[in-house]
């Protein structure tokens, strides 16, 4: 079975200073890879994901992710952060692109620091 | 709507009540999930369909939670005499196929008391 971590239970960064939120997976197989962010009363929004190909995916709102096999990671990174990207984010990986659910990891909270 | 649609928002029910969340996903989309969230914590996977026909429900905590979708649109996801331990946040997500990514509603808020 499939496992995620994100050892970073919440980070702070000054507004205007690069980010970078930490993703180690756990599958047998290519995974499919998914960062999501959730803001306070709201759902989750897919910012990126990863199915196969280029290893370095942009996303929605200046967010971009590297696949590193050798590593297991799926590290997110922003290069300045804006006071509007404090949430909450959320890496996933799953088997089929959506099939079977996907398996999340515990999340990141994101404070931003004038 | 553009979204999918979770009622009631907030429900708060009394420890042996039964409760049914609603899930209207996307329209057209043939694939709808549902996830349930404990605080500080990622969703964790419940179950999920293609069109009217659930493909796994692995994730069923216990047969006090089952769900359905009739007609292969809106979904309902039923917990049966409730505990305290059934607190979180539900949450569905429907997807236009089985392999496309998915798209949440901001969920049902479930307090047992």
């Known amino acids: 079975a499939q496992s995620v971590t994100q050892p970073d239970i919440h980070i702070t960064v000054s507004e205007g200073a690069s980010l970078e939120l930490r993703c180690n997976y756990s599958?047998?197989?290519?995974?499919?890879l998914f960062w999501y962010v959730q803001s306070p009363g709201q759902g989750l929004q897919l910012l990126l994901k990863?199915?196969?190909?280029?290893?370095l995916v942009q996303g929605i709102k200046g967010f971009e992710a590297e696949f590193k096999r050798s590593q297991s990671s799926f590290n997110l990174r922003k290069p300045s952060v804006h006071w509007s990207d404090a949430a909450e984010y959320f890496c996933a990986v799953g088997t089929g692109g959506g099939a079977d659910g996907l398996t999340f990891g515990k999340g990141t909270h994101l404070i931003i620091q004038p | 709507g553009a979204g999918v649609s979770q009622s009631p928002r907030y429900k708060v029910t009394k420890r042996g009540q039964d409760v049914a969340l609603r899930c209207d996903p996307i329209?057209?989309?043939?694939?709808l999930y549902w996830y349930r969230q404990a605080l500080g914590q990622g969703p964790e996977f419940l179950t999920y369909f293609n069109y009217e026909a659930q493909q796994d429900k692995s994730g069923l905590p216990n047969d006090r939670f089952s769900a359905e979708r009739p007609e292969g649109s809106i979904s309902t996801l039923t917990i049966q005499r409730t505990e305290q331990r059934d607190s979180a946040m539900y949450r569905c997500?429907?997807?236009?196929?089985?392999?496309?990514?998915?798209?949440f509603g901001n969920g049902t808020r479930l307090t047992v008391t």
């Open positions: 599958y047998g197989a290519t995974p499919y």
């Open positions: 990863y199915f196969s190909g280029d290893t």
């Open positions: 997500a429907s997807s236009l196929a089985s392999d496309s990514p998915l798209h």
């Open positions: 329209s057209g989309h043939v694939s």
